[in-house]
């Protein structure tokens, strides 16, 4: 029978990628989402590339009571995949009881109930926020936590430690925590993609909203950085790519394959690209030159992170497909679109 799935944060970015796949994969889904930094209108385009309309309820995830009505009105949800939360770096360190509240009770709150409505197990969105600056590169799923920069982060830290407490204390369910790296782009069809609210914080929209003339140039937050151009060093992994990955680990997870209770894998290309290489990419695939200009580094910036993705390679046999060419091509493509319909 086809699996059952809800998808918290369903309507942002990397949600709404995810939904689209499931549903292609043949999963019913569910999404939860309170739309505090998306819009419903991400439905419509789901439905126009999977011809499946998703079951969408607006809530807060803190709110408890408004969960246990939603699992009480849909019962036999198989797995949760956890997106949804706060995710501004900066916003965070301004606002940090908001970000615990959020993203911490959230998770308390679907974990409460997981096992009372039989749900077996929850895909959780993770970063590779919380490896920090790591001693060497590319970095596998070994490499040490190191202390939080953010209380942002320090969520993403909390959120898996409480999962595997959880689980160790013999809850009957199962986890598969993700760590991203740099997620960018948007699907080939340009019905979905990433929506920033006012000026972006992320190196790639800000780079199509230049390329756009909504932004007027590209700061290139430093280029004395210890790398071979000097600017920072990330791993860009495609939307679509990502959102496959957590298909596969659903799956897994839920048809009794996982080798552990908790199972956690790295989600990135292996490939390391600096900034500079980036608009570089952009300016190709775009055919024109982006304004850019370099100034002082970025409190608070990485050097340099890329994965090792070699475990999630091997055990979930997934890899990154997309090349970076054509995902910046599509991250392109979404903003004309976003043009064309007067939303930008
Ligand atoms: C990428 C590179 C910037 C904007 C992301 C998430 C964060 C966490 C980790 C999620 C950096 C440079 C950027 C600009 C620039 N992940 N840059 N000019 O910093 O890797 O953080 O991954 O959990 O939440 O945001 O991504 O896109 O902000 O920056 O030069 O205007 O681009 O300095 O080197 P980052 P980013």
Redesign the pocket.
Known sequence: MAKKILVTGGTGYIGSHTVVELQQSGCEVLIIDNLSNSNAEVIEGVKRITGIRPVFEKFDLTDMDSLKAFFNKHEGIDGIIHFAAS?A?GESVQKPLLYYRNNIVSLLNLLELMPVHGVKGIVFSS???VYGEPDSNPIDENAPIKLATSP?GNT?QINEEIIQDFIHSGANIKSIILR?F?PIGAHSSAEIGELPLGVP???VP?VTQTGMGIRKQ????GDDYNTPDGS?I?DYINVVDLAKAHVIAIKRMLGGKSKQNVEIFNLGTGNGVS?LELVRVFEKVSGKPLNHKIVGR?EG?IEKIWANPDRANSVLGWKAQETLEDTVASAWKWQQRLREKGIM
């Not at 590209?218 to 937050?221: E, G, I, K, N, R």
């Open positions: 995710k770096v970063s590779c926020t942002y993403k991203y740099n914080q992320n190196l800000y590209l700061s290139v937050f920072c990330r900034v970025r910036d």
